[in-house]
């Protein structure tokens, strides 16, 4: 429980650095802007393609297979509870794709990965990465077009659909990084100490960039205009109740081991996604919006977490 906390509490605490920094006039929009494109194009592909090809081999893979039914169709009914649920609180037009998306997908490897080890231990991983792949699947495929489609001004002079326009969308850089290296681990190729160093060099500037982004949102923001509305609350009865009740439903029909379930329910009830915030900024979404849910999500979850482990155990 306490690791949990501190999990949680490193998060704030390198959103308020970057907060800090932009209110001591270190950062701004024009950082921001720089910190989004080295995320979304370099720094996320190669944090997907090592937590492919480090975290799994093909043998754990091929044999966690058949457990992958459970996390892929939960991830799809909770889209269309999403799908509905929007329709019926009307949802304004500019935020419904990153209220399907927040909703359904959740923060499976900054926060899921090392609070599942915090309270089931190593033994957690290969669940945890496996509900991971099918979220990471959703959000950087039909996600990021979601997220996209709220901008505004491509609503107002929508292209065309073909197929040529629909794989631009969702041919992510991020999720290139993703496939390449899940391909990557099937054929087994090895992976040289340089390009696995170079990556990994690389690919730690995910986190700490899309925290600092989120505090200079927060700061040009104000945090009094974070704003607790009814879709922010829609969010967050997403992430902490539709999710893993879909997960503890679909239970009772695919059976699987005791951990392999806790951790799916840990998995499915974790906050928004932290790069919400920084994707809603490079791909012209409401920002406030998306900094907003994950903001509350990660408050709320101080106490969630809470209730999930007295009812997991």
Known sequence: MLEAYLNILVVFGVMIVGYILTWRKWFDNHIADVFSKLVLNIALPLN???N????FTKAEFLGLAKGILLPALSIVITYFISVLYAK??????GRIGMFKTM???????????PINIAVFGEKAVPYALLYYICNTTFFFTWGIYLIQSDNLERQQVREMFDVRFLLKKLLSPALLGFFVGLCW?????????????????????TTPLS???IGIIIYQTGVKNLKLDKETIGVLIGRYLISPLVIVTLSKFIEVPTLMLNVFILQSAMP??????????????????????????????????IVLLQFIY
Do not use: W
């Not at 909703?103 to 990965?113: K, R, V, Y």
């Open 185 to 205: 681990m099937l054929l087994e190729i090895p992976l040289v100490t340089p390009l696995r160093d170079f990556s990994r060099y690389l690919s730690h500037l």
């Open 272 to 305: 928004v996604q932290n790069s919400m915030p920084i994707l809603a900024k490079g791909y012209g979404a409401d920002e406030g919006f998306a900094t907003s849910s994950l903001v509350y999500s990660i408050i709320a979850y101080l106490f969630v977490i």
């Open 211 to 213: 925290l600092f982004v």
């Open 48 to 50: 997907m393609f090592l």
């Open 52 to 55: 492919m090809t480090e975290r």
């Open 103 to 113: 909703f359904t997908a959740s923060n499976t490897i900054f926060m899921g990965l």
């Open 88 to 93: 019926l609180t009307k949802v304004p037009l």
